[in-house]
T-cell receptor, first 115, second 117 residues
Framework: AQSVTQPDIHITVSEGASLELRCNYSYGATPYLFWYVQSPGQGLQLLLK??????LVQGIKGFEAEFKRSQSSFNLRKPSVHWSDAAEYFCAVGAPEQAGTALIFGKGTTLSVSS | ETGVTQSPTHLIKTRGQQVTLRCSSQ?????VSWYQQALGQGPQFIFQYYREEENGRGNFPPRFSGLQFPNYSSELNVNALELDDSALYLCASSLGGLASVNTGELFFGEGSRLTVL
């Protein structure tokens, strides 16, 4: 069965510092991988996705993520965090061979940004 | 382009009651999925609708039911409410049928926050 683990429940980063949010997945093959962001009182917004090809993917708002098959990881990074990045971040996986199945989300990591 | 809209935004019910949540999908999108997000948790898949048919369901009991209408809007109905049903209910629309559901091309609404007392 697919599963997603986000080991860090809460992370605090200083404004301007770099950020890395961890995501590990369990899946028999290479899944579709995603990062979503949820600001307070808002729905989820897709930051980036990986389907195949280049393992370093670029997303919106200056975010990037790297797929590492050997580590079953898909960590999210940003070189310089802005106060507006404070939000909840969710990693999710989808099953390429099962059209119509749902995304499986991790429990999320709350990012706080200090000045 | 109109995004995904959900109503109501907040509501309070008591145990045993029934609730209907509504979702208008993004213009042109023909697939709707519903997720339940409990406090401090990630969203969990309830079910999805494609062309007015339920196509895929998560681990939720039959008292969670839904509809999709010809204009692709959707409803989520929950009967016999329980305290654990308190959560944010998210609707997501997508274009392209079933494959779009797991390709992550989902556009989420802001959710309906249900409190069951």
């Amino acid at each position: 069965a697919q599963s997603v683990t986000q080991p860090d429940i809460h992370i605090t980063v200083s404004e301007g510092a770099s950020l890395e949010l961890r995501c590990n997945y369990s899946y028999g093959a290479t899944p579709y991988l995603f990062w979503y962001v949820q600001s307070p009182g808002q729905g989820l917004q897709l930051l980036l996705k990986y389907f195949s090809g280049d393992t370093l993917v670029q997303g919106i708002k200056g975010f990037e993520a790297e797929f590492k098959r050997s580590q079953s990881s898909f960590n999210l990074r940003k070189p310089s965090v802005h106060w507006s990045d404070a939000a909840e971040y969710f990693c999710a996986v989808g099953a390429p061979e099962q059209a119509g199945t749902a995304l499986i989300f991790g429990k999320g990591t709350t990012l706080s940004v200090s000045s | 382009e109109t995004g995904v809209t959900q109503s109501p935004t907040h509501l309070i019910k008591t145990r045993g009651q029934q609730v209907t949540l509504r979702c208008s999908s993004q213009s042109g999108h023909n697939t709707v999925s519903w997720y339940q997000q409990a406090l401090g948790q990630g969203p969990q898949f309830i079910f999805q609708y494609y062309r007015e048919e339920e196509n895929g369901r998560g681990n939720f009991p039959p008292r969670f039911s839904g509809l999709q209408f010809p204009n692709y809007s959707s409803e989520l109905n929950v009967n016999a409410l329980e305290l654990d049903d308190s959560a944010l209910y998210l609707c997501a629309s997508s274009l392209g049928g079933l494959a779009s559901v797991n390709t992550g091309e989902l556009f989420f609404g802001e959710g309906s926050r249900l409190t069951v007392l």
